[in-house]
Each structure stands twice: as C-alpha cells, then as structure tokens.
C-alpha cells in the first residue's frame, strides 16, 4: 500500500484528482489535506468520502509544526500538491493570502517530505502542481514551451512561479525527486463561481450582467478539468524525476468569444430564445495587470508520456453547464454572505 497525500484535495481540481485516484488506485491510501478555505468545500468529494482507501485531513500548509508532525505520523510515500490560493483578482487585493499558502505552504511540505524521506528517495516523489502563468503573457503569436523563460505578472502567478522555484531549488540542492507541471485554464463541474466560466454560468441563469474586463480580448487555453486529472494520473506514474512538463486544451479562445459560445448553450439548455443570454454580456474596468494572452505547447508531454486533452470545447462546455444546472444545491451552499460581499466588492 502506497500513501499519497494529495494537497487541496477539497478545490476544485484536487476533487477531480482524488475521485480518480480513489477509484482508480485501491492499492494506494489517499489522504486528502484541505484547509477548507471560502474555495475547499467537501460537498466535491461526497460520492467517495467512505471510500476505504480515503482520509480527509483537516489542515493547514503554512502551520509548519502541524505539516511535520502529519509527515512523521502518516510516512507519505508521495505527494501531489494541489492546494494554493488560485484567484488572480483576489491575489490583488490580498497578495499576503498567496504569499502564505502558495510560497510558505510549498516550504513547509518540502521541508518535511525531505525529512521523513532523508536522502532514501527510492519510490518517493513530491508533484508540484503549477499554472502556465508563470511565463507570463503572450502576444498574437507564439507557445509557453517548458523552457521559456519565467515572467509572473500578478501576485498569483509570482507566487506560484516563486514555489516552482523552490521546487526546482529542492531537487537541485537535496536531490528531492520532484515533478512540475504547469497548466492552462481549467473549466468544468465544481469550480468555483468567481472564475469566469462558473461565474457566467450563475449570472446567466440568474439575468445578472455578465461581466467581461476590457474589451474580452484576452485569450485563455482552456482545458476540461478531468483532462487535467488525466495528464497528472499520468505524469505522476511515468513523468521523470527533474522534469517538467506543460498540460494544455491546444483550445485558444477570446473571453468574449468563450462568453458567446457559453450564452448559446445556456439559451438552448435553458430553453431560452437564441440571443436572449448575450444581452446580459457587459463591459467592466479590466483587471489590473491583465495578462493579454496564454497559450500552450504540450508536444513534450505528448511525445514523451502519450498523454493528449480528450474532451471537445463544446462537449465539455455542454457537460459544464448542465453540471451546474443539475447541481443548484451545490452553488446555493457555497455562494455564502462572504462570496455575495466579494462579488459586490469586485464588481461594484
Ligand atoms: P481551488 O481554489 O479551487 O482549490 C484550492 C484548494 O486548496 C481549496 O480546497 C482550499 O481549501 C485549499 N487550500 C487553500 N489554502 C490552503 C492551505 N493554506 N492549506 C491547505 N489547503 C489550502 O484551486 P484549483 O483551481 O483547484 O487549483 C488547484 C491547483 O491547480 C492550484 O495549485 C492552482 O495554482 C493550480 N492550477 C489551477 C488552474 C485552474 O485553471 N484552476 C490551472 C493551472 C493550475
Ligand atoms: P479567470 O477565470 O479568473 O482565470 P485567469 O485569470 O487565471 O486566467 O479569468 C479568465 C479570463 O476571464 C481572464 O482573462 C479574466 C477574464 N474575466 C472576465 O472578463 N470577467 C470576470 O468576471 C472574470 C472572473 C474573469
């Protein structure tokens, strides 16, 4: 039996990851440490929570006392690191939140792995999880490739870029075996509603505006989040120790463009009249800093690990919004006093 702790495991991508792991791998132990922050919410995970080989840990990352004692008493064989502050405009508002978890948190879980692990490495592996904005943002032309150089432009992506760092400066310096890989966007069931796509999907349904920055010409990569699980099941069995590897959608799309196509499928899920959701499309302020555009080339994962994206845009997109229309209960629950005094804070 191997014992993985899988960090974030209650977000919204660390839920697909652990459902996988779950059931894919009952010779292995997963444990799945959350804090449960605004963004954690175990609602994700109910169809496996009594599973056998699964255990929920409540926890914090940046208590370093607590990681090293959790370390010590459970002997993980392997960790895949998930758990972070993901939200670009709240890491402008509260950049010390990101500082904390994204960098101290990393800290504090290489700390401890290369202590209970001590130079016996063989079988062990620390999986960083990362995103493709640490390189920054692209013109019209051109991919992130694994060598490009890295160029953080928000507090988000500077923290996140600063724990890859860190990562990397483990294997270099102590020899830990580590892996990285750095994502586009995500889309798909359980992610939470200040993100483009789930926010939409909510301000749709309720006829709330729907609010685009600038001009919508922003380009994201966007890739369907089971997707997403299927490249770290993957690099986390055969990815190469050192390494690192980038996952994209090869799916480049304008925000306005994505909106377009989301208000269509809405009208006609909804059983609205083709036209109606796009009235509700409404220009904000743009973020400050907004990176113009990422984009992905994923020819090393899939040259040398095999892994490819499966899930068509407008399957998944058409997968995403019925999820969240069949799962009202789930928004209802999370969308709390705090989420309604972000958004009137964000959007006002
Ligand atoms: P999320 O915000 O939905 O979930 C993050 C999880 O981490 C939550 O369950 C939260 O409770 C937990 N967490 C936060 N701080 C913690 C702490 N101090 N201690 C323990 N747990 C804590 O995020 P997500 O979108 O699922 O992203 C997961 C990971 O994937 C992140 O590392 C993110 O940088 C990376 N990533 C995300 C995307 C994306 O499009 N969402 C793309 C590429 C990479
Ligand atoms: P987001 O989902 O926050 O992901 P990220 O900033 O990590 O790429 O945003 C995706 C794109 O959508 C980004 O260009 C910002 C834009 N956006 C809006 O136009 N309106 C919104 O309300 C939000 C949340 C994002």
Redesign the pocket.
């Known amino acids: 039996m191997k014992n993985i702790l899988i ?8 839920s697909h990851v652990i459902r996988r792991f779950v059931n894919k791998y009952p010779d292995y132990k997963i444990y799945n ?9 175990l609602e994700n995970l109910t169809d496996i929570e009594k599973a056998e080989n699964y255990e929920f840990i409540k ?4 208590d370093s006392k607590f990681i090293d004692k959790l370390f010590a008493e459970k002997k993980f064989d392997a960790v895949i ?7 670009v405009d709240r890491s402008i508002t509260d950049p010390m939140a990101f500082i ?3 960098i101290i ?1 990393t800290v504090n879980l290489l700390n401890a792995a290369k202590n209970i692990w001590k130079d016996n490495y063989e079988g062990k592996l620390f999986y960083h ?5 640490v390189y920054g943002s692209l013109g019209k032309e051109g991919l992130f490739l694994e060598t490009t150089a890295y160029d953080p432009k928000s507090p988000y992506s500077a923290s ?1 870029a600063s724990s890859d760092h860190l990562v990397r400066a483990y294997h270099n310096t102590y020899k830990l075996p580590v892996v990285i890989t ?6 798909g069931p359980n ?2 509603p200040e ?1 483009l796509i789930p926010l939409s999907i909510n301000n749709i349904k309720n006829n709330k505006p729907i609010p685009i920055y600038g001009k919508g010409e922003n380009i994201r990569d966007w890739l369907y989040v089971e997707d ?1 699980a299927s490249a770290i099941d993957t690099v986390f069995h055969n990815g190469n120790a050192g390494e690192t590897y980038n996952i994209g959608g090869k799916n480049e799309w304008k925000n306005i463009d994505l909106i377009k196509v989301l208000c269509k499928v809405m009208d006609r899920q909804l059983g609205r009249k083709e036209g109606d959701s796009e009235k509700l499309i409404t220009f904000v302020k743009d973020r400050a800093g907004h990176d113009m555009r990422y984009a992905i080339n994923c020819s090393k994962i899939e040259n040398e690990l095999g892994w490819q994206p499966s899930v068509q845009f407008e399957e998944g997109i058409d997968k995403t919004v019925r999820w969240y229309l069949d799962n009202e209960e789930w928004l209802k629950n999370i969308i709390s006093g705090d989420y309604e005094k972000y958004y009137r804070k964000q959007y006002s």
Not at 33 to 41: E, F, I, P, V
Not at 129 to 133: A, F, K, N, P, V
């Open positions: 960090t974030g495991g209650a977000g919204f991508i660390g440490l959350d804090k449960l922050t605004y963004a954690g919410n926890g914090d990352i940046v690191h998930l758990a972070a502050e993901s939200h904390n978890t994204n948190g999880i990362s995103t493709d904005e996140k750095n994502c586009s966007n995500n889309y992610q939470f993100k997403h």
